[in-house]
């Protein structure tokens, strides 16, 4: 069994990588089909971007541009919505989408509420300032202490599908997510299903550049985002956020039969006893 790929599809003009390219819904429907066909097995529709320095959205706009391409598309595939605002997370949880992607870690009560998925993100500070000096004093246990409580929180209120994110950038150095990335076995640890996005992140851009060149333009991170993505899944995680499907796909089927050849052709089991995990 491989490990799962959500395809990123943001409705927005400004998101760090693809903004502007879907923003009109013909372009987004398109795009997030592509993604299926690719092999995506969860397209994540945002309409704000959370890129380091990105000014907020009206809540009508936000939903203007994310409920109608998540009815368009929920027929077709699992569909997440990338939101903070809970509004925008009821509507969309309405129109079809079953997955609730919160990198604000603070809207389990809305999944609950709709018997949806919910995926705590961890982020410091917000992301208009989030990148200015981010600072921890153990932030692999800040980060694991945090995604655990909130995690609680959310199975208490009686969400059934609760997923952790150590939210790669997001409030981070360089330094803060190679840390992270290094002790994803220990959020897999916690038997909770792990989602990781690196996905052409700048910290790619600055440690895969060759000693004395300028950091990797956008464009070109498919390597690092791919070596990235190889390690989470091999590390257990049970799925990555990437805007490059087909190829993570192939990265994922192939990190899928390592795992099985490594057990002897025996599919893992879950870390804890917590009944049917269905994203395996
Ligand atoms: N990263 C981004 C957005 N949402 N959600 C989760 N769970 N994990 C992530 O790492 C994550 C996320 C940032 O990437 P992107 O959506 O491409 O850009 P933008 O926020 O500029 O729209």
Redesign the pocket.
Known sequence: MRPLVMG?L?V?P??????GRYLDFDAAVAHGLHMVAAGADVV?V?GE???PG?APVEEAEELRRVVPVVEALAPHVRVSV?TVKPAVAEAALDAGATLL?D?SASLWATAAAADAGW?A?HMQGTPRTMQRDPRYDDVVGEVAAFLAERAAAASDAGVREVWI?P????GKTVAHNLALLRALPLLVGTGLPV???T??KSFLGVIGARRGHEPIALSDRLPASLATAAWAMLAGVAMV?V?DVAATVQAAILVGETRLADLGGAAPEPASAGGERPWR
């Open positions: 990123v943001n927005t400004d998101s760090f990588s693809d903004g994540d945002g971007s959370s890129r990105a990338d992607n990198v995926v993100m994110d939210g790669i950038g997001f989602l990781v996005g996905s052409r956020r805007h």
